[in-house]
């Protein structure tokens, strides 16, 4: 429930950090595998509900196990109405660079980044980067700092990676039919997304 996400996401956030997950997982397979399906429950709402449904907190949380389990795929975000984005970095390690763009120009307040088109630039780099880059190519840095700023400049700045939303993506940003059929990158899809609240 995209509503509600962090409550949607609770038990699956106690069982990542609980001690069989952090700070490595235990090598009994039952335990890797719970822990990798809770790491992966977070992930399909992070990225099927809108940018603000889950609290920061939470996403950084997340973020701090990014290098221990693998991702799996979702398709990028589709804002009815806006521009496309630029083409993804030929170097994926470039994207922490970006950061240090937005750091630099100080697009840390909503005000800020709304209106500098140079923080909207390195903004939409780094959404592409986040999106579309294999996250053991993409640096730890450029993961969090995207977050840092997602809340600051997405609204002013969203821009689409496909010029139409992705086929199996439902209304509600959650998946269709064909769940589980696209994968990318050599990931696994993510869980059956949160069903949106009417």
Not at 31 to 49: E, G, R, S, V
Not at 150 to 163: R, V
């Amino acid at each position: 429930n995209c509503a509600d996400a962090d409550n949607s996401v609770a038990l699956a956030r106690s069982t990542l950090v609980a001690p069989g997950c952090w700070p490595v997982p235990s090598p009994a397979k039952a335990t890797a595998d719970l822990c990798l399906d809770a790491f992966h429950i977070m992930q399909a709402h992070h990225d099927a509900c809108p940018h603000d449904a889950m609290s920061k907190k939470i996403k950084m949380e997340m973020h701090a196990y990014e290098h221990l389990y693998g991702g799996c795929w979702s398709p990028p975000p589709f804002f009815d109405g806006a521009p496309p984005c630029p083409p993804r970095p030929e170097k994926c390690s470039s994207a922490e660079a970006l950061v240090n763009t937005l750091t630099e120009l100080n697009c840390s307040s909503k005000e800020q980044c709304s209106a500098s088109a140079e923080c909207g630039a390195a903004f939409q780099a780094l959404h592409v980067a986040y999106n579309m880059c294999n996250k053991t190519a993409l640096p730890l840095m450029a993961a969090h700092g995207y977050h840092n700023f997602e809340h600051e400049c997405i609204e002013t700045w969203k821009c689409n990676i496909a010029d139409v939303p992705w086929g199996f993506v439902d209304d509600c940003g959650g998946f269709g039919s064909n769940s589980g059929t696209h994968t990318s990158r050599g990931h696994t899809t993510c869980p059956e997304a949160p069903v949106c609240s009417e």
